[in-house]
């Protein structure tokens, strides 16, 4: 079945450094990509999206490209902010042919920054 | 445009009682999806509604049910609880099966 494999954490970084959380996938078919950012106490939000290979997902500075021969989509910003600490999932969604299947989420990275 | 909203978004149960949750979802949403979230096992898929049908489901036992309604509110259910079954439990919505799911604050669940 599909899989999602992320880097769990936590991740500490100091404000304005240089975020990337690695996320690859396992998946039949051309899936979608997500990447969702839960706050303290909150549902999900999504963060961006991406729907073929080689698309790029952006959203408030962050940005990650589908990459379909390394089946990858990892997470990145060039300058994070304390406001950026929060727990980001990595997700996709298939679509089976029978119309699509729910999303798949791996762990979720807590990202702490510190100021 | 108002977002998911859940209610209730805390329920404290015993053991053996069930339990009904609600999510209406964004204005012209049709489809509602339901996941759970643990700590041990992350968010899961549950099941998935779209024009009263369910169209999808995850694997979960059959405690775990579902309905949705002609205004495309959804409520699901959880019968016999166990106290495995404390968890947040979050509501998603699109405007169609294959679309961006957009998610309500959930309700935790605290089973005693």
């Known amino acids: 079945g599909d899989s999602v494999t992320q880097m769990e954490g936590p991740v500490t970084l100091s404000e304005e450094a240089f975020l990337t959380i690695n996320c690859t996938y396992t998946?039949?078919?051309?899936?979608?990509l997500f990447w969702y950012v839960q706050y303290p106490g909150e549902g999900l939000q999504l963060l961006l999206k991406a729907t073929k290979a080689d698309d790029k997902g952006s959203n408030k500075g962050f940005e990650a490209t589908y990459r379909k021969e390394t089946t990858s989509f990892h997470l990145e910003k060039g300058s994070v902010q304390v406001s950026d600490s929060a727990v980001y999932f990595c997700a996709l969604r298939s679509n089976s042919g029978g119309g699509a299947d729910g999303l798949t989420f791996g762990k979720g990275t807590h990202l702490i920054i510190q100021p | 445009k108002a977002g998911v909203t859940q209610t209730p978004r805390y329920l404290i149960k015993t053991r053996g009682q069930q339990v009904t949750l609600s999510c209406s979802p964004i204005?012209?949403?049709?489809?509602v999806s339901w996941y759970q979230q643990t700590p041990g096992q992350g968010l899961q898929f549950l099941f998935e509604y779209f024009s009263e049908t369910q169209r999808n489901k995850g694997n979960f036992p059959g405690r775990f049910s579902g309905r949705q309604f002609s205004n495309s509110r959804s409520e699901m259910n959880v019968s016999t609880l166990e106290l495995g079954d404390s968890a947040l439990y979050l509501c998603a919505s699109s405007t169609g099966t294959l679309e961006t799911q957009y998610f309500g604050p959930g309700t935790r669940l605290l089973v005693l």
């Open positions: 204005s012209g949403h049709r489809s």
């Open positions: 998946a039949t078919g051309y899936p979608s």
